[in-house]
C-alpha cells in the first residue's frame, strides 16, 4: 500500500510549495500581508506613545526610582519601535509617522502614580494584541520579534506593579 501511495504523495509534495508560494497568507488561516502590517502599525503608534510618555514623564518624576523605572521602560519601548520598523521593512511596508493618541491621554493624567497605572493598561492592551495574533503571522521574523515584545512587555507590567505596590503600600 506505500508503495502505491508513494508516487502520489511526491507528486502533491512537488506541486503544492509552489502553489503556496502565490496564495495569500488568510488563504491558510494567517491573516493577510495588510492585516499584518495595520497590526504592525498599530503596535508602533502604541510604542512611540508609550516612549513619548516614558520620556516626557522621566523628566517630572518625583523620585529617582521612578526615573530609573522609567528610564528602563523607556528603552523597552524604543526597542519594540525599532523592531517594529524591522518587521514592517520585512513585510516590505513604509511605516508612517503617527504617534497613537494613548500618550496625550496618559500626560494629561497629573497624579504621577495613575499615569503609571494608566501607562501600565496601555502596555496590557498591547500584550492582548499579540498574543491574540501572534499566532496568524506567517512571516515567522515578524512573529519572532512579536514574541520578544510580547515578553517584555510583560515583563515591563509585572515590574512597574511591583514598584508601583510596594510604593503605595
Ligand atoms: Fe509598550
Redesign the pocket.
Known amino acids: 500500500m506505500k508503495m502505491t501511495k508513494k508516487p502520489d504523495s511526491q507528486a502533491q509534495f512537488n506541486s503544492s510549495p509552489c502553489m503556496m508560494h502565490d496564495t495569500d497568507p488568510s488563504y491558510h488561516g494567517f491573516l493577510s500581508g495588510d492585516e499584518t502590517v495595520a497590526l504592525l502599525l498599530s503596535l508602533l503608534h502604541?510604542?512611540r506613545a508609550?516612549t513619548k510618555v516614558c520620556l516626557l514623564s522621566e523628566k517630572e518624576a518625583p523620585s529617582i526610582q521612578h526615573k530609573q523605572l522609567l528610564r528602563d521602560i523607556c528603552q523597552?519601548?524604543q526597542k519594540?519601535c525599532q523592531g517594529l520598523l524591522e518587521s514592517l521593512t520585512i513585510m516590505g511596508a513604509i511605516p508612517d509617522k503617527k504617534v497613537g493618541e494613548f500618550a496625550a491621554k496618559c500626560l494629561a493624567i497629573n497624579d504621577f502614580d495613575e499615569r503609571l497605572q494608566f501607562l501600565n493598561r496601555?502596555?496590557g492592551w498591547?500584550v492582548r494584541e499579540i498574543e491574540k495574533n501572534l499566532a496568524a503571522i506567517s512571516d515567522t521574523g515578524v512573529q519572532k520579534q512579536l514574541r520578544v515584545m510580547l515578553e517584555e512587555?510583560r515583563q515591563?507590567i509585572d515590574k512597574l506593579n511591583q514598584f508601583l505596590n510596594s510604593h503605595t503600600a
Do not use: I
Open positions: 502604541a510604542e508609550g523597552d519601548e519594540s496601555g502596555q498591547v512587555h515591563n
